[in-house]
């Protein structure tokens, strides 16, 4: 987690997040078959390739240059935006479900995050790529200031990747039940803070070697100071309490305390230029009270760098408060203030996270480009449900209609008033098949046995009923007689276990059969009730049956053709 740099000063660089083999190929290229085509899934094929050689990278120990790591997490990235965007990866039985992602803690190797959710394996390589962004700004010679330069710019990428992970990725990634603190928000916002402490770090180094004034110095110097205060109160609360080594603790604490009492003593030497002497002894007192703390609380598992560059920083401040208070004793005699009555030392950010949305923007990738992306098959899926909602209302709208108007057609007699005014007798043929039917079952009288019948039948399943309701009654009586008789002897389960589907089929015939008896009693009493009307079906044949029209029906002038052939010409259409 940590290796110490080639200059002065230690810094920190992130570990990979290690993870275990996965294919991803066939469960894909399954999807892409049976929701697409086989041809589709051939024309796709160099894509799933690509998506198979990035996962295999991925498992593998880093071998490549650092730049093509990090190419390579940001390609795999981008390919993850397209694969979610079109692949539903999920435990849901529609989706696909065999993927399961593994990925284990950087700082706690031995826990681990198993989820089917892709926003796991997104996290875990924007958690890399942060990491990778470290160990080149960890890799460069910092003796020069070119070499500090890129130091503070790969810093701040590593910066960018975890601000990026907290804001877009980690929450979704710690919604499952298996989860990592490393990949937590906290533990990205922490990161962040860290690295921009390097990249600021890196900063003050070439702002010392350019000789800049002492007050500029001061300021570049808290702002370093104020990140790493950042990263160590993330550090120590929850879920990060206890989850990084005390090495780790260590040097952040430090690192801390050297930068605030580095800007006390550049600041120190800005205030005896305008000879404010007391309030310099009170800045140099509270940069070594500092520094002393520190090393109390600190010392253990720390770099012996970072050590050594303390106990400088600590000789330069004894020397300068030395200086001052004589002085103060024998020229300015100034009241010396409190430090906690002074105002916060100035600072000045020189820098930010790196922004990563353009470099990490998926919307230009044409992976997978012939597939509807996943929002969108359901955006579709949504539009025609609405259409089909749409037509569905149409039609009981036109339903409605037609009933209400066969309602006032019937009110009216129409259309068989038409077809009596023109001398046509015959039945319709819907009409006529139905009346033929009937004849052929005997009319009223094959009704008639046909209720008979049913009657007949009604009374043998009743009696089914009862038979068999009497044979189950009676196996209980006899179970309980054994059972009172042999005691614990009778081993067999209780009649209402074994019986109980039995008892239950039949309380459902039960059920049925009285709900059939009723219905049979409706049609009973309505055959009974159109006995008379039915009794034309005897009449053969039907026709002579109708009733006659005479014409005409009423006085309309001797226009009764013209207005009868225009309203059937309105019926017809």
């Not at 490549?64 to 981008?78: H, V």
């Not at 603190?181 to 003050?204: I, N, P």
């Not at 509807?372 to 339903?399: C, F, G, H, W």
């Not at 005014?421 to 039917?437: F, I, S």
């Amino acid at each position: 987690m940590a290796s110490p740099s080639s200059s002065a000063n230690v810094m920190l660089a992130i570990f990979e997040k290690k993870t275990v083999s996965l294919d991803l190929y066939r469960p894909l290229r399954n999807y892409i078959v049976f929701n697409y085509s086989e041809r589709e899934a051939q024309n796709l094929e160099d894509d799933l390739q690509t998506i198979k050689q990035y996962r295999s990278e991925i498992e593998r120990v880093p071998a490549d240059s650092l730049p093509a790591r990090r190419d390579m997490l940001q390609n795999y990235y981008k390919a993850l935006c397209a694969v979610e965007s079109r692949f539903p990866i999920s435990p849901d039985n529609d989706h696909i479900n065999s993927v399961y992602f593994t990925w284990y803690d950087t700082f706690k190797i031995k826990q681990k995050a198993v989820q089917q959710n892709i926003h796991l394996e997104k996290a875990a390589v924007l958690f890399n790529l942060g990491a990778v962004h470290s160990q080149m700004g960890l890799s460069l010679d910092r003796s020069a200031v070119e070499g500090r330069r890129q130091a503070s710019h790969s810093f701040i990428a590593a910066a960018g990747a975890f601000a990026f992970l907290r804001d877009n990725v980690a929450m979704k990634a710690s919604m499952g039940t298996s989860t990592t603190v490393d990949m937590s928000v906290e533990c990205a916002g922490m990161l962040e803070r860290l690295m921009l402490a390097q990249a600021q770090e890196c900063v003050f180094e070439n702002t010392i070697a350019k000789g800049s004034t002492p007050g500029v110095c001061a300021k570049i110097s808290r702002q370093v100071g104020i990140y790493y205060e950042e990263a160590l109160a993330a550090l120590n609360v929850a879920p990060l309490t206890y989850h990084f080594d005390k090495g780790w603790l260590a040097h952040v604490q430090l690192k801390a305390a050297l930068f605030y009492a580095e800007a006390c003593y550049r600041y120190g030497m800005e205030l005896h230029e305008k000879e404010e002497i007391a309030e310099e002894i009170a800045r140099l007192k509270s940069g070594i009270s500092a520094l002393s703390e520190a090393k109390k609380t600190s010392s253990k598992g720390a770099a012996q760098q970072l050590l050594d560059a303390i106990n400088k920083l600590d000789a330069n401040l004894n020397q300068n408060l030395a200086r001052a208070v004589k002085e103060n004793d024998r020229v300015y005699l100034m009241r010396v203030p409190q430090a906690s009555s002074l105002p916060p030392l100035p600072a000045f950010a020189m820098v930010k996270p790196m922004p990563m949305n353009d470099v990490l923007d998926a919307s230009k990738e044409k992976m997978f480009a012939s597939l509807v992306p996943d929002n969108s098959a359901k955006a579709l899926s949504r539009y025609t449900e609405m259409v089909d909602d749409v037509i569905r209302a149409q039609a009981e709208r036109l339903q409605q209609g037609s009933e209400l108007a066969r309602v006032k057609l019937k009110e009216m007699d129409l259309p068989d008033s038409i077809l009596a005014l023109e001398g046509n007798l015959t039945l319709p043929m819907a009409l006529k098949e139905d009346v033929d039917a009937v004849q052929i079952c005997g009319g009223p009288a094959g009704l008639e046995a046909e209720l008979q019948q049913l009657n007949d039948l009604k009374r043998v399943n009743q009696e089914l009923l009862i038979q068999t309701e009497e044979l189950l009654q009676k196996e209980a009586t006899e179970d309980a007689q054994f059972r009172s008789q042999f005691g614990t002897r009778w081993t067999r389960p209780q009649s209402s276990t074994l019986t109980k589907n039995l008892q239950d089929r039949l309380n459902r015939f039960a059920g049925n059969l009285k709900q059939a008896a009723e219905s049979d009693t409706r049609i009973e009493r309505s055959v009974r009730d159109h006995a008379a009307l039915m009794s034309i079906l005897d009449r053969r044949p039907i026709e002579s049956a109708l009733p006659t029209l005479a014409r005409p029906i009423m006085s309309l002038d001797a226009n009764e053709d013209a207005i009868a052939g225009a309203l059937k010409q309105s019926l017809v259409r």
